[in-house]
Every structure is written in structure tokens, then in C-alpha cells.
């Protein structure tokens, strides 16, 4: 073969391992290195996050271990540790005990140096031993998987190089940089960033993406903190999780069984006033309730903002702050809101109240049922007068959530 030839195929020949199993055009390899690390982001949503850490499904022991087997080759990931650091996360969700939150770290540290993160925590024993019960301990795993980790990295490069010849060692850097980006950087960096939330979590988790295929779902972050221990991690009918379309096929062929999957609300139409099914829904959806709440109540506040401006001279007042402001207050309220905004919205308050009562029926609404010596009859009359008031509050918006509060189920 010539030697423009040999450029063209985008394959040659390594001396010490022979001829290339696979002679490919340009193109074939990158579908083969994007196939390679799509089934280890496959392996990561499934076996590490959905099924060992929040054990919302089981998988076949044959599954299971391959899932394992890739994860050493392509990664060295230990699954203790991984499990354990991910559990920690959302037990201390942006805490300074959250190993990777960039609310605390900053976004460029954690996007560009996650794996870094995980390294460091991963040598914190305590953290293995609180956090990473219930992973698997048998013969492989302690004297292979977890001891010699690199040794799974050192065979994916050498099958890499006889599988493609010396264009391997692109498809083995792919592989390898996959992962620490994508799964370390971007899901726990701009996971917690930037993005939609279908739920108000504690959390700052958002929604990257509506459609999950480049890192196996998990771009689909807020609704995963929202009902962590779900098996699908899409909520809404226009998302996709693509590692919930692989659990179903292999469920088919039982190879996996679900546990458990995020309930969606319902509405039962014209229903007069609130019952037990209707306390259970905003128990049970308590996230996207207070999402709701703040999606309907917005525009409402933004108005009222702009007449107090007419009428009482708010000190740095702009529109594009109100925007953000307002929003940040109906989802999360005041307690994370910085000083000079903070300073803003308590004239504001002071001075209508309209908004003095949209920021006491929030605080109601986000406080009800907490008490847990009240009875569930005493919490439906609680909620029913809760109702009630909004209804009589003249504030058309407010009303309108009343409402549609009432038929949840």
C-alpha cells in the first residue's frame, strides 16, 4: 500500500502487534470510539447511579457484572467510591461538605477539574465507609477491580491498538477523556449551573438538556434530585431519557426489574375543595407545586414591581434584576437572596401588599405539612383554608393557583 494510500484509510500498522483487526475509513473510527464510550456512559447511568446508588432498579448478575467488567477497562472506577461520592453529594447537596457542588467550588473548577474532586474524596475513608454500604465485595472485586484499577485501563489501550492499529490510541484517548468531562464536569458542574428546573429542590440541580442521549439521561439533572430514587429520570412528555429506553429493553428480557419511577400529578377536574388525595399530591409533589406556584405568580410580582417603581423610588431598581430577583424569590424565598437585592425586595415588601401576601401564602405553602404531630383531617382543613384565603385575595393569579391546586391528585 502506498503511502498517501495508508493516510487515506486512516489506518497503519504497528510493528509489535501485527495488522489491525479492523481496517476503517475516517468515519468508521469515530463511530466506533463514540459507540465505545456511549456504552460506558450507558454502564455509568445504569449500573452506578440508577442501580447501586439509589437501588431503583435490580439487573441481572451477568448484566451487572459486565457493566462492572467496562467500567474497569475503560474507566479504573471502583464502584465504592463512586457510589459512596455520589451518595455524599446528595445527602450535603451545596454544602462545603458537597464533594463537587460549584455553588462552593465555582463552576470553571468543577467543570474543568471534576475529576480532580473525585479523586481527592475518594481517598476520604470516612466518606467509603458512611456512604458506600451495600456495593459489591466479592473475590474480583477486591483483588481486581478495586486493586488494580489501572491494570483495566493498561488492556482497553493495548485491545484498542489491535483492534484499529495506532489510530487506537485516539479512540483509547477518547475514551478516557469521556467520562471525566462529561459525567464529572459537565453533569455535576453545569448540572448544578445552568439549565431548566421542573422542580424547586433545596438544590440548585437544573436540567441541562430535555433530551438525555449524550450522557445516558443524566442531563435530565434537577428532575433526578427532585425524585432521586426513580428509575427514569425524564418527567415531562417532551423529554427523553435514553437510559430508561435501555432499562425497558432489557426489563423485556428480564434482565432487569424496575423498583421504582418518579409518580406524575394529575388533575381531577371541578373538584369543589381539597380532600386527603389532594394533601397526598402536594405531599408527594411538593417540588413541582412550588415550581408552579412561582411560574404563576411571576408575572403578577414583575407587575407590581414596576408600579412601585412609579411610586416609591427603589434604589438600583432595573428590569432584567426584577426578572431574576422575582423568580428566585418565589422559588426559594429570601434566605439565599444577596444583600443589596435582599435590601430591594424588603422595601418592596413593605411598601405592597399585594406582595406581602404572595410571600406569606409562598411561605405557607412551602412549610405545610411539616409539622408532624398534626393530623392528616387537620392538614386537609389547613390546606382547604389556605385555599380559601387565596381565593378571597382579590389577586387573580393567586386564585388561579388556588384552583388548580385543588383538583391535584
Known sequence: ???????????????????????????????????????????????????????ALTLHPVVSHFFRFWLWLTTGIVTKEWVAIHRKHHVT?????????????????????????????????ETLQVYGKGTPDDWLERNVYARHPSLGIALMFVLDVMLFGAIGITVWAVQMIWIPFFAAGVINGIG??????????????????????????????????????????SNRWWEFDIGWAYIRTLAAFRLARVLKVAPRMRRVPFKPQCDLVTLQALIVHRYEVQARFARILKRTAIREFKQLRKSHPLPDFKQAWANSTVKQWLQKGTGNLPEPQLSILSQA?????????????????????????????????????????????????????????????
Open 1 to 55: 500500500m502506498q503511502h498517501s494510500e495508508v493516510l487515506m484509510s486512516g489506518s497503519f500498522d504497528l510493528p509489535l502487534l501485527g495488522v489491525p483487526w479492523f481496517d476503517l475509513p475516517w468515519w468508521g473510527f469515530a463511530l466506533a470510539a463514540l459507540a465505545m464510550t456511549h456504552v460506558t456512559i450507558a454502564s455509568v447511568t445504569i449500573f452506578l447511579h440508577r442501580h447501586q446508588s439509589h437501588r
Open 93 to 125: 447537596c451545596e454544602t462545603e461538605e458537597d464533594p463537587h457542588s460549584p455553588q462552593i467550588h465555582g463552576i470553571s473548577n468543577i467543570l474543568l477539574e471534576g475529576s480532580e474532586f473525585y479523586r481527592k474524596e475518594a481517598r476520604n475513608k
Open 192 to 233: 448544578h449551573f445552568w439549565g431548566y428546573r421542573n422542580f424547586v429542590t433545596e438544590d440548585a440541580s437544573r436540567n441541562i438538556l430535555p433530551w438525555g442521549v449524550l450522557i445516558g439521561g443524566e442531563e435530565l439533572h434537577n428532575n433526578h434530585h427532585a425524585f432521586s430514587a426513580s428509575a427514569r429520570l
Open 349 to 409: 415588601l413593605h411598601a405592597s401588599s399585594i406582595l406581602r401576601t404572595i410571600d406569606s401564602m409562598r411561605q405557607e405553602l412551602v412549610e405545610f405539612g411539616a409539622k408532624s404531630t398534626t393530623s392528616r383531617e387537620q392538614l386537609v382543613q389547613q390546606l382547604e383554608d389556605w385555599c380559601r384565603r387565596a381565593e378571597q385575595s382579590g389577586i387573580r393569579a393567586l386564585q388561579e393557583f388556588s384552583q388548580q391546586l385543588r383538583c391535584y391528585a
